[in-house]
């Protein structure tokens, strides 16, 4: 895998191959880069960029495009796929971004992950959980990302400052 992802120049098909195995429990990103860095440095910048990326906690090629979007916006403390718990203990939900500090959750909603109604209606039952327990959630579909990422910034930003206006939601964030 590492050998193919050192062959191609599509970022965003190195991040589908890498992310793949990792989603799947098969082995982790700390691994794949010890393995890289074994071998020969040849055609390792971008897997290694994507590895790193990946030990982040981003998931898939739009993620990273909001990870980029992020960190060039000024929201370099957005946590990516953190797992998020209820003072109880009790799991509440995984988004896609997490800005901590106020309990601000982004969902990156792609149509492809949501083909199947009951998969929509998973997002919406997350949606829903993390709204009952106080998180301001904003939704983007990944191709704004790349078209209309000022008015993507915009919403987070308005989002953000609505955020700080309200306590911090009872929350519990941890990596998974």
């Known amino acids: 895998m590492l050998d193919a992802a050192r062959r191609l120049?599509?970022?965003?098909?190195?991040?589908?191959?890498?992310?793949?195995?990792?989603?799947?429990?098969?082995?982790?990103?700390?691994?794949?880069?010890?393995?890289?860095?074994?071998?020969?440095?040849?055609?390792?910048?971008?897997?290694?960029?994507?590895?790193?990326?990946?030990i982040d906690g981003i998931?898939?090629?739009?993620?990273?495009?909001a990870r980029e979007?992020?960190?060039r916006s000024g929201f370099d403390r957005m946590r990516w796929n953190q797992e998020l718990f209820l003072s109880n203990g009790s799991h509440l939900a995984t988004p896609d971004g997490w800005l901590d500090d106020v309990g601000l959750a982004w969902e990156i909603d792609s149509y492809e992950y949501h083909f199947r109604p009951e998969d929509y209606a998973k997002t919406l039952k997350r949606h829903n959980r993390m709204t009952a327990a106080g998180i301001i959630v904003v939704h983007t579909v990944p191709s704004r990302l790349r078209t209309e990422p000022d008015q993507?910034?915009?919403?987070?930003?308005?989002?953000?400052?609505?955020?700080?206006?309200?306590?911090?939601p009872p929350v519990i964030a941890r990596r998974q």
């Open 59 to 65: 998931r898939s090629p739009a993620e990273s495009w």
């Open 9 to 54: 120049k599509d970022m965003d098909q190195i991040r589908s191959l890498l992310a793949e195995p990792i989603q799947n429990g098969r082995v982790t990103p700390t691994a794949l880069l010890r393995e890289l860095d074994a071998g020969s440095c040849r055609g390792s910048a971008a897997p290694r960029k994507v590895l790193r990326e990946l």
């Open 69 to 71: 979007l992020a960190l």
């Open 152 to 168: 993507v910034v915009e919403e987070l930003r308005g989002a953000y400052e609505q955020a700080r206006q309200r306590p911090r």
